[in-house]
């Protein structure tokens, strides 16, 4: 059984940068896509980037340049290094796993599995 655990939320001031990490528990981490999405107060849930098996990557574009996807196969970890925050960054972020890149990247509604969230907190 898969599970996935973030870390690294707080709170932090416009300008600033954070570092989440996703930790995934389970068989076969190689053969997941790792995906970081993010729901806002009062928002839906957006896609921010994804990481392929083979370390490609996409990002959203209101995070493309800011933000920064990667993975440590050896540790089964993934992580998402944000930098120059803002206020519009605030939001519950939330790793998830599937086998297929083109679902996570797509954030289609079934995604195999999802970390409970970590919140960040970006005061202006």
């Known amino acids: 059984q898969v599970q996935l655990v973030e870390s690294g939320g707080g709170m932090v001031q416009a300008g600033d940068s954070v570092s989440l990490s996703c930790t995934f528990s389970?068989?076969?981490?190689?053969?997941?896509?790792i995906g970081w999405f993010r729901r806002a107060p009062g928002q839906e849930r957006e896609f921010v980037a994804v990481?392929?098996?083979?370390?490609?990557?996409y990002y959203a574009d209101s995070v493309k340049g800011r933000f920064t996807v990667s993975r440590d196969d050896a540790k089964n970890m993934a992580h998402l290094q944000m930098s120059n925050l803002t206020h519009e960054d605030t939001a519950v972020y939330y790793c998830?796993?599937?086998?297929?890149?083109?679902?996570?990247?797509?954030?289609?509604?079934?995604?195999?599995?999802w970390g409970l969230g970590t919140l960040v907190t970006v005061s202006p």
């Open positions: 389970g068989p076969s981490f190689v053969r997941y896509a």
């Open positions: 998830a796993a599937d086998e297929n890149y083109s679902t996570v990247k797509a954030g289609r509604s079934w995604i195999q599995f």
């Open positions: 990481i392929s098996q083979i370390d490609s990557t």
